[in-house]
């Protein structure tokens, strides 16, 4: 099962990547990056270019995270 | 060096969102030093992509994505020629063996033509990446192990992309091992579908009109990302840093392919000699001259050396075959009664005139050969045949017949977005209503997609659609973008291609949608192939001929006409032209050329060949008309710059005119060769670049001044030429037309229930709809009967002197109904009554109401209404299957109740709708005591009216159009017919700019027009000052 929860998060990053991010109140430490792709999203409607990460957090879950070069955002968690 | 190997071009049918010259701009820019194109499942871009390859340096490679069976694709390269004709093969089979626009190669046919290709396993949609997605791993490693049994571990390549989506690096991990397992090198590809990242909304929404979604739509073959670009070395080396050996793969490929396409290599097949000639030389000669008695009687000095020079050059060039090709047609036509005309350069030649292929006499016109062929030029020759559009099929067969069907292909053509197909797409992906899309689409002038923003900015029907200003700015920029890109290939018009070796070689064939067998490249890839083609055109011109001939003989026994020796200088006819009565007449009846007939006072047959390239966008924006007219009419004197200008130009009035006036004016003045005075011709004709123009000018006007020629005089000249260009009409095609105009204006001369008959059968032709030609053809004292079930046939028939219009002219009619309405009435004689033809001939209810509406019945005396009640309320029991009526049993009666009839209003607008004219009256008839009391003055009152002053006209607005003008400007001249003819009306742009809406609103509707009335020559004209919707007229209350 997964959640979509789309809000901003405050995220640590290290070359260019995911290192820690700060989620119901507490920071979520990332142990690795399962995978990485890209989104155009509704270009029509000026949507910009995403980068998603979906992470495996260092107490176990898998979280996906996205960058639009302007903010990050939790997008979805998997239970 | 990375080099891209997996590229799509627009040819890949709505998923290539970048022109071919702009992928090869950026690969040049990029510095790649090959690339591969790999369209899905066709070769179209193959010849595009080698010239534009080849032109910026860069190595083409060709190949193909393969759509295999089950829906996966597989990447292929040529690595050779043998690879490209097998790869052509392997496509082939694809598209011949499965439905049109599906094509699928199975694996077995990919394997029998495997030599010479090398196979990579394809993007995300290939089987093993598929497979290893769904994580089917095992099933993965067996189609890898069944792969690299059939095409070998050197010629299969493992594809690794990284376009970054969800999965990519899991899957590129896994295809990395799975070759190796295999012992299978990989190759790095990037799928690439558009130039740059920028372009990537232009891919999404071409994927939204191939697969019929909107933008707001999910569909999976929708890109989740714009990373299908053609990527620099560097990003794919940062993409696939973990893949540095794939990347290195990509230049071992590319330099062990080599491109396998020979342009320009000639290959025809020889044409097969009868016994008793050694050759098709000796043979074509034989032909010639034996020609020659039955076109000259006897051969001259002068003749004889004109077709010996011809003949020279015809061997010189190896094209003895091409004529004998193109004879041998023609006698097949000639045999089988099927009329046929030869059209085009070719009529400058006098060894086509003595074949038969042509018929105007070039020696006796003094036509210049070399503008049809010169050794100099080399080019192909290029020799159109119009045929009798309904026989034009049977021409055709018999070249598949005579050559074998894997010789001969048709030609294809790109269907391409030009403004309202984009407009209507791209509006359809992004959401936009239908309405909305058809109030932009139909108002838009037929104008390419690249210049939708200057329509927008100047049109003025566009100005007023209520559609917000940023959403139609969002539209008209994407669909810019799909300016000129392919849709869907099509069948050329006539253009047949007869191969020396099989056609496959060349080219993959596919079915068109009328089930014709097609190449994969249009005329000019052809060319370009080596290939020649041979246009076999169909011309409904001919057919309304070939009917009028037959309308003649039937319905006028004992008149003997002969066709081909119509005289040229029949006086009625040419007063007929100085009227400008020349609605019907072939290339001359539109608005312009009547204008041009009332003025230039046309004795001769010379002049309608001249009117036949007047009214051409060439001479109309080079001023050329007003000096050819004054000059004709003697308002001018006629002058020549230089005096070696007099015998090239006499015959035009000291007007250049034609092309081969430009090639002899080079000749003599200048001294040019063939070759260079072609050049000019070309550069003229073809609205080259201004330096081309320039340099070209300066060589003429040096090499004028080196024979002795002033230079200011030598200048003059070149300017006058120069005002010639973008004419493009030869004198010979404009005799070849010219001739079958004269003749088309003799039949409706004398012959007019007949000529305008044989129009009517042959419609769609010609500039007019059908409620025109009958208003025309009843302006000449025929009568135009409507459709009758006792007297209609098929076709159109001429009944004493009146023209019966048939049973294919209803709405809805089909060959089924018709032909058991007339074999009926064949077998049982006339039918007596409406019961009696409802017990004998069973018909769709809605066949019969529109036979009832449109008068069909109108013979028995029963009003339409009540036929229609009769149809409503006839027992269900007679209704076998819905809306099929049967027979009502024998001796079952019909009471026929006291209805009263439509109006006369209402038949006329029910005929119009079924039969596209009023039968019982004119519907403007109908207007016309209001529009009377209202000041307005019909077509047949013109003459009465001194020019210049200001009068109300109204009528059915025929055929708005805005031709080019000198001036630049838009200029809209349209007809408003009435019930006794046309009246022109011009709108000059204020005018238009006014009422644009109402001249092009998408639905036609009466107009009136107030405006000032012209007379030039013998022609009224009415310069619009206001235009209005009729109806405001006919519904104004008296006051």
């Not at chain 2, 993959?508 to 020649?532: N, R, T």
């Not at chain 2, 009502?888 to 029910?910: C, H, N, T, Y």
């Amino acid at each position: 099962m997964t959640k979509i929860v789309d809000q901003p998060v405050l995220v640590v990053v290290e070359k260019g990547k995911p290192k820690r991010f700060f989620w119901v109140k507490r920071w979520v430490n990332v142990a690795g990056i399962i995978d990485k792709w890209n989104e155009v999203g509704r270009w029509w409607e000026d949507e910009k270019e995403k980068v998603f990460f979906r992470v495996l957090a260092a107490e176990g879950g898998i979280y996906e995270i996205y960058s639009d070069k302007k903010r990050w955002n939790l997008y979805r968690v998997y239970d | 060096m990375f080099v891209h190997l997996h590229v799509h071009s627009p040819y890949s049918f709505l998923d290539g969102a970048s022109p071919i010259d702009e992928i090869v701009a950026r690969a040049s820019e990029l510095g790649m030093s090959s690339m591969a194109i790999t369209d899905h499942d066709n070769l179209s871009a193959a010849v595009r992509f080698v010239k534009a390859a080849k032109k910026a340096g860069i190595k083409p490679i060709i190949g193909a994505e393969l759509t295999m069976e089950g829906g996966f694709h597989l990447t292929v390269l040529c690595r050779d020629k043998e690879g490209y004709r097998n790869l052509c093969a392997a496509l082939t089979e694809a598209h011949l063996n499965n439905p049109r626009r599906s094509p699928r190669t199975s694996l077995d046919t990919l394997a029998a033509h495997k030599n010479g290709l090398l196979v990579l396993t394809g993007c995300r949609r290939g089987l093993i990446s598929t497979l290893i997605l769904q994580k089917r791993f095992s099933e993965a490693r067996e189609v890898a192990e069944k792969y690299r049994r059939i095409f070998g571990q050197d010629s299969l390549f493992v594809e690794i992309s990284e376009t970054l989506l969800p999965g990519s690096r899991g899957l590129n991990r896994y295809l990395s091992e799975l070759a190796a397992t295999f012992g299978l090198k990989t190759v790095a590809t990037n799928n690439v579908h558009y130039a740059r990242k920028e372009d990537f909304f232009v891919h999404d929404v071409l994927t939204c009109i191939r697969t019929l979604t909107k933008l707001e739509d999910v569909h999976p073959e929708r890109r989740l990302n714009a990373e299908n670009y053609l990527k620099s070395e560097r990003e794919m080396k940062e993409e696939l840093r973990d893949y540095q050996e794939s990347l290195e793969m990509t230049s071992v490929i590319a330099e062990s392919c080599e491109c396998p396409l020979e342009l320009g290599v000639p290959n025809f097949p020889s044409f097969p000699v009868p016994s008793g000639f050694a050759s098709s030389k000796e043979f074509l000669r034989h032909l010639v001259f034996q020609g020659v008695q039955s076109r000259y009687g006897r051969v001259t000095g002068e003749i004889s050396s004109r077709l010996e020079h011809e003949l020279k050059v015809i061997e010189q060039l190896g094209y003895e075959d091409y004529f004998l090709v193109v004879w041998d047609l023609v006698r097949f036509a000639e045999e089988q009664k099927i009329r046929h005309a030869g059209r085009g350069s070719a009529a400058d030649s006098a060894v086509a005139y003595c074949l038969g292929i042509t018929d105007v006499d070039p020696i006796a016109q003094n036509l210049l050969f070399e503008r049809f062929l010169s050794v100099e030029r080399g080019e192909k020759p290029d020799i159109d045949v119009d045929f009798d559009s309904r026989r034009r099929d049977e021409v055709t067969e018999y070249v598949y017949r005579k050559y074998g069907d894997d010789y001969v292909a048709s030609v294809a053509t790109y269907n391409t977005f030009q403004g309202r197909a984009a407009i209507r797409d791209a509006g359809k992906a992004m959401g936009y209503a239908p309405e909305e899309i058809d109030a932009i689409a139909k108002r838009l002038p037929h104008i390419s997609a690249a210049m939708l923003d200057e329509a927008f900015e100047v049109v003025p029907e566009l100005k007023s659609l209520g559609i917000p200003e940023k959403k139609l700015k969002t539209l008209i920029s994407v669909a810019e973008k799909l300016a000129d890109f392919p849709r869907f290939l099509s069948t050329h018009l006539g253009g047949v291609v007869i191969a020396k070796d099989p056609i496959s070689w060349f080219s993959p064939v596919e079915f068109s949608a009328k089930g014709v067998k097609i190449l994969e490249f249009d005329k000019d890839d052809v060319e370009d192939l080596g290939l020649v083609k041979i246009d076999l055109l169909a011309l409904r011109t001919l057919g309304a001929i070939e009917d009028s001939l037959g309308y003649i003989e039937k319905s006028l026994p004992g008149e003997v006409l002969d066709y081909d020796r119509i005289s040229l200088d029949d006086e009625e006819t040419f007063k007929r032209l100085q009227r400008a009565d020349t609605i019907g007449v072939f290339q001359l009846e539109s608005p312009a050329q009547r204008a041009l007939q009332a003025r230039l006072g046309a004795d001769n047959i010379e002049d309608i060949v001249a009117s036949v390239a007047l009214i051409r966008p060439g001479p109309i924006k080079g001023d050329m008309v007003e000096p050819f007219i004054r000059r004709r009419r003697g308002d001018e004197g006629v002058t020549y710059l230089h005096p070696s200008l007099e015998p090239i130009l006499k015959k035009t009035y000291g007007v250049v005119l034609f092309q081969e006036q430009v090639i002899e004016i080079a000749s003599s003045i200048a001294g040019f060769t063939p070759g260079e005075a072609d050049s000019l011709r070309r550069v003229m004709t073809h609205g080259r670049s201004f330096s081309e123009m320039q340099k070209i000018g300066e060589l003429f006007v040096k090499k004028a001044v080196q024979r002795g020629i002033e230079r200011d005089v030598a200048e003059k000249v070149f300017q006058c030429i120069q005002g010639y260009a973008s004419y493009g009409f030869c004198e010979a095609h404009a005799r070849a037309f010219g001739t079958t105009a004269y003749k088309t204006a003799y039949l409706i001369q004398h012959y007019p229930a007949q000529f305008f008959a044989a129009i009517l059968n042959n419609e769609p032709m010609g500039f007019y709809p059908v409620s025109t030609i009958c208003v025309e053809a009843r302006k000449h004292g025929v009568k135009v009967l409507g459709p009758s079930i006792n007297h209609s046939y098929q076709d159109v028939t001429v009944e004493d002197g009146q023209i019966r219009l048939p049973f294919k002219m209803i709405n809805g009619m089909t060959e089924k109904a018709m032909t058991l309405i007339v074999s009926e009435r064949e077998r049982g004689g006339l039918f007596k009554s409406f019961s009696d033809f409802t017990r004998r001939v069973r018909l769709e209810r809605d066949i019969l109401k529109n036979l009832i509406l449109c008068g069909a019945f109108d013979e028995f005396g029963i009003s339409r209404r009540a036929l229609l009640w009769n149809l409503n309320e006839l027992d269900p029991r007679v209704e076998v299957q819905p809306g099929i009526l049967i027979a009502v049993r024998e001796g079952d009666s019909v009471a026929m109740p006291p209805i009263a009839d439509f109006s006369l209003q209402e038949k006329v607008a029910l005929e119009y709708q079924i039969l596209g004219v009023g039968i019982s009256a004119h519907p403007v008839e109908l207007w016309r005591p209001i529009l009377k009391a209202r000041g307005f003055t019909g077509s047949a009152e013109l003459h009465e009216v001194p020019p210049g002053e200001f009068i109300k006209v109204g009528g059915i607005p025929v055929r708005p159009h805005r031709p080019p003008t000198r001036s630049g400007r838009t200029v809209v001249f349209l007809s408003l017919e009435d019930e006794a003819g046309l009246i022109d009306v011009t709108c000059f742009e204020n005018v238009y700019k006014r009422y644009g809406k109402y001249l092009f609103p998408g639905e036609m509707i009466p107009l009136g027009v107030w405006g000032q009335l012209q007379k030039r020559g013998n022609a009224f004209s009415v310069v619009a000052k206001s235009i209005f919707p009729l109806s405001y007229v006919l519904n104004e209350r008296d006051t």
